[in-house]
């Protein structure tokens, strides 16, 4: 392992957590607002965001699955040093991280059972653009509609329909990031 | 403080919790079973709404705690202080000041903004508890959608009451899917549910966390023939006149006096403070109950 893993974590971790959570609690809770965070300095090619965010929710009971790129040898060991989270293939997975096009396709992932629809993954999308513009977004968390630039919208509405099934998504790019659970209605603009 | 972790639970505690709200937001009405710890108080106290609270806290929060509308009963003081000890965090009583409330069967008179959160205490979370005792059939139901046995249940307190005699924790059904037990609130709080705020709901002996994100549809059970009616004693507050707040009944003597007071202790205070006052009210005085 690297010294350089051993780097980029919280310095203040109960409190940084906290604030980290408020601010993906409020994505959540409200699809396409966006938030910043801070905290975390994981290794390329992971955003700060997608690190603060897997520093916050992720931890031994939580497998996480890389996807493509973000699959190499400096985030494996930050990831396992800061997390103690396993390392799976997609179809365990609780998380997964990577671009929209490595993630893909989402049929893989868990969805979630009749029972216990909770029991689905979240999916971390790594973008180069994130912005209030874009895709039409109604549901609930959003009074009337609001826009957010999404990678696409047939995926997003395919996962929709499985309601109450489904993935639920944080998108990430730098430091900030939104939130898109299964609930949101997506249409193109 | 520097005895406990930032509001109490452990990092690995607060990850699971955080993990459990995220999943509730997104299955809006849903219940999701978490691993509630012991805390130190005991169950029926606040243990869930205390966990959840716990798991949302960040230091720059200003707290709030009521216990059926009250800022001064045991189990909020308590709470709050519990509070003030082990996260160090700002309280007060006043609802537009608080970042976070945590609230025991009352949701605050006056209307919650898009920076609040209201975090309920919920003792019995599963709708259909009290008419299938089997946890194993409620989840069969819920995710059947299965809920005929709920509007049975409306209708027989119609045909022995002539109307639906639920007057608290009446069922609601959650984004047309999901009929959820918004915690014993009186009915008249069941429109409020619908809100600009999060709405949390944790249950620490039941073990499970569900939410209603902010302007998320949330529909009282009726009939056609018999609508949901929001009721309230018939009568102004006693002490501030108000003729729009939720009222106790308090019992002065023997004789069968008695007096209806706002149960929002600080929509109350807030409204004398205003110059109002009520049939059986004195002028309002800074500092004096």
Same mark, same amino acid.
């Given at each position: 392992?690297?010294?350089?893993?051993?780097?980029?974590?919280?310095?203040?971790?109960?409190?940084?957590?906290?604030?980290?959570?408020?601010?993906?609690?409020?994505?959540?809770?409200?699809?396409?607002?966006?938030?910043?965070?801070?905290?975390?300095?994981?290794?390329?090619?992971?955003?700060?965001?997608?690190?603060?965010?897997?520093?916050t929710l992720c931890d031994p009971g939580t497998p996480v699955?890389?996807?493509?790129?973000?699959?190499?040898?400096?985030?494996?060991?930050?990831?396992?040093?800061?997390?103690?989270?396993?390392?799976?293939?997609?179809?365990?997975?609780?998380?997964?991280?990577?671009?929209?096009?490595? =993630?893909?396709? =989402?049929?893989?992932?868990?969805?979630?059972?009749?029972?216990? /629809?909770?029991?689905?993954?979240?999916?971390?999308?790594?973008?180069?653009?994130?912005?209030?513009?874009?895709?039409?977004?109604?549901?609930?968390?959003?009074?009337?509609?609001?826009?957010?630039?999404?990678?696409?919208?047939?995926?997003?509405?395919?996962?929709?329909?499985?309601?109450?099934?489904?993935?639920?998504?944080?998108?990430?790019?730098?430091?900030? =990031?939104?939130? =898109? /659970?299964?609930?949101?209605?997506?249409?193109?603009? | 403080?520097?005895?406990?972790?930032?509001?109490?639970?452990?990092?690995?505690?607060? *990850?699971?919790? *955080?993990?459990?709200?995220?999943?509730?937001?997104?299955?809006?009405?849903?219940?999701?079973?978490?691993?509630?710890?012991?805390?130190?108080?005991?169950?029926?106290?606040?243990?869930?709404?205390?966990?959840?609270?716990?798991?949302?806290?960040?230091?720059?929060?200003?707290?709030?705690?009521?216990?059926?509308?009250?800022?001064?009963?045991?189990?909020?003081?308590?709470?709050?202080?519990?509070?003030?000890?082990?996260?160090?965090?700002?309280?007060?009583?006043?609802?537009?000041?608080?970042?976070?409330?945590?609230?025991?069967? *009352?949701?605050?008179?006056?209307?919650?903004?898009?920076?609040?959160?209201?975090?309920?205490?919920?003792?019995?979370?599963?709708?259909?508890?009290?008419?299938?005792?089997?946890e194993v059939e409620t989840r069969k139901m819920h995710s059947?959608?299965?809920?005929?046995?709920?509007?049975?249940?409306?209708?027989?307190?119609?045909?022995?009451?002539?109307?639906?005699?639920?007057?608290?924790?009446?069922?609601?059904?959650?984004?047309?899917?999901?009929?959820?037990?918004?915690?014993?609130?009186?009915?008249?709080?069941?429109?409020?549910?619908?809100?600009?705020?999060?709405?949390?709901?944790?249950?620490? *002996?039941?073990?499970?966390?569900?939410?209603?994100?902010?302007?998320?549809?949330?529909?009282?059970?009726?009939?056609?023939?018999?609508?949901?009616?929001?009721?309230?004693?018939?009568?102004?507050?006693?002490?501030?006149?108000?003729?729009?707040?939720?009222?106790?009944?308090?019992?002065?003597?023997?004789?069968?006096?008695?007096?209806?007071?706002?149960?929002?202790?600080?929509?109350?205070?807030?409204?004398?403070?205003?110059?109002?006052?009520?049939?059986?009210?004195?002028?309002?005085?800074?500092?004096?109950?």
């Open positions: 392992m690297e010294a350089l893993a051993l780097q980029g974590g919280f310095s203040d971790a109960s409190v940084e957590a906290a604030l980290a959570f408020r601010a993906v609690m409020r994505a959540m809770a409200r699809p396409g607002t966006v938030e910043h965070v801070a905290g975390a300095v994981p290794p390329a090619p992971l955003s700060a965001a997608a690190g603060v965010v897997m520093l699955h890389l996807a493509g790129e973000a699959d190499c040898a400096a985030v494996r060991d930050w990831i396992t040093f800061h997390t103690g989270a396993p390392l799976v293939g997609r179809e365990r997975a609780a998380f997964a991280v990577g671009t929209w096009p490595d =993630l893909l396709p =989402l049929e893989g992932y868990p969805m979630g059972l009749a029972e216990y /629809p909770d029991r689905s993954a979240t999916l971390i999308v790594e973008l180069n653009v994130l912005e209030a513009r874009g895709a039409r977004l109604t549901g609930p968390g959003i009074a009337r509609e609001v826009a957010l630039s999404l990678p696409e919208t047939v995926a997003f509405q395919a996962n929709a329909a499985r309601y109450p099934l489904g993935l639920d998504f944080v998108l990430t790019c730098g430091d900030r =990031l939104a939130a =898109l /659970p299964r609930t949101t209605r997506v249409e193109a603009n | 403080m520097s005895d406990y972790n930032f509001a109490y639970l452990d990092e690995q505690t607060k *990850r699971m919790i *955080r993990r459990a709200i995220l999943k509730a937001l997104a299955i809006p009405g849903y219940q999701v079973p978490f691993a509630s710890r012991e805390m130190p108080m005991p169950y029926g106290w606040g243990t869930g709404g205390v966990q959840v609270s716990a798991a949302c806290l960040t230091p720059g929060d200003t707290f709030k705690v009521i216990d059926q509308g009250a800022d001064d009963t045991t189990n909020a003081v308590s709470i709050r202080k519990f509070f003030e000890k082990t996260a160090g965090v700002a309280t007060t009583e006043e609802t537009a000041r608080a970042s976070i409330i945590q609230t025991r069967h *009352r949701i605050p008179e006056e209307p919650l903004t898009e920076d609040q959160i209201l975090v309920y205490q919920v003792p019995i979370p599963e709708p259909l508890r009290f008419l299938e005792p089997s059947l959608e299965e809920y005929g046995l709920m509007h049975v249940k409306l209708y027989e307190d119609i045909s022995q009451h002539g109307a639906i005699a639920t007057a608290y924790a009446y069922p609601v059904k959650v984004e047309g899917r999901y009929v959820m037990d918004p915690s014993p609130i009186p009915k008249f709080d069941n429109p409020k549910l619908r809100m600009a705020a999060i709405q949390l709901f944790g249950a620490g *002996r039941e073990q499970r966390i569900y939410a209603l994100p902010p302007y998320c549809e949330v529909v009282s059970l009726d009939f056609e023939d018999h609508p949901f009616e929001a009721t309230r004693a018939d009568h102004d507050c006693d002490l501030c006149g108000a003729s729009d707040s939720y009222l106790d009944e308090v019992i002065m003597d023997d004789a069968g006096g008695r007096m209806f007071v706002c149960s929002d202790t600080d929509y109350c205070r807030s409204r004398r403070a205003a110059g109002h006052v009520g049939a059986q009210g004195a002028p309002y005085e800074e500092g004096r109950p």
